[in-house]
């Protein structure tokens, strides 16, 4: 993919410049992940989310990444908010979320090192990610990718709050998957690598 920074493209609701591009490791598998802002005042940063290198099913996935966290906007505190998506007909589809300031859960567990978090904030943590995973479920829908690098953890009205990010291998219930190996191997159940058909919420919640 070309370097776009500088560029502004284009969404449904509004025009967004691109700043610069996240560093390789904050980069998921699927897409390639910029900063950006908004050019309508007042200006609001933001994250713009690409398919990389034209991969028609990374951008399959990326559309259903920006239908899933459409429909799920502003309904649940834990999970990354949708802002805008490229307008119909676009040469290269992007879908533009909310710029979230902090660390993801990875991060935060290899700056402890030997230390451990502590049960106040393991109980904290574990009750936004069980709220993330009800609400999506109950939406009937299964993560599929569930790890600490896809949890972000971030300070809002004085207190850190985990929000759950990149839903790009997420699967409707009422749909059936003939994808194999979805997800990272360490953290996921059996049935994403080898019984798609029989992915279930137990699959999240094994993660």
Same mark, same amino acid.
Request: net charge positive; with cysteine; charged share 40%.
């Given at each position: 993919m070309t370097d776009k920074t500088g560029m502004t493209v284009r969404g449904k609701t509004g025009d967004y410049k691109i700043i610069k591009q996240?560093?390789?490791?904050?980069? *998921? *598998?699927? *897409?390639?992940?910029?900063?950006?802002?908004?050019?309508?005042?007042?200006?609001?940063?933001v994250v713009i989310k690409f398919a990389s290198g034209g991969d028609e099913e990374k951008e399959?996935?990326?559309?259903?990444?920006?239908?899933?966290? %459409?429909?799920?906007?502003n309904q649940c505190e834990n999970i990354v908010l949708y802002i805008d998506e490229s307008e119909d007909g676009a040469d290269e589809f992007f879908l533009v979320m909310e710029k979230l300031e902090g660390k993801d859960l990875q991060e935060t567990i290899e700056e402890l090192g030997t230390k451990?978090?502590?049960?106040?904030?393991?109980?904290?943590?574990?009750?936004?990610?069980?709220?993330?995973?009800q609400f999506i479920h109950n939406k009937f829908l299964y993560h599929r990718d569930l790890k600490p690098d896809n949890i972000m953890i971030v %300070? %809002?009205?004085?207190?850190? %709050?985990?929000i759950l990010i990149d839903f790009g291998t997420g699967k409707d219930a009422k749909g059936v998957s003939t994808i194999f190996k979805i997800g990272t191997e360490q953290w996921s159940c059996w049935h994403n690598f080898h019984a798609p058909k029989?992915?279930?919420?137990?699959c999240d919640i094994y993660a």
């Open positions: 996240l560093p390789k490791k904050q980069q *998921g *598998g699927m *897409g390639v992940v910029f900063f950006g802002e908004t050019l309508s005042k007042p200006k609001k940063e399959r996935r990326l559309k259903n990444e920006a239908g899933y966290l %459409r429909k799920f906007r451990k978090l502590d049960e106040k904030t393991v109980i904290k943590f574990s009750k936004d990610i069980a709220n993330a995973l %300070r %809002r009205n004085g207190e850190e %709050r985990c029989k992915v279930s919420g137990v």
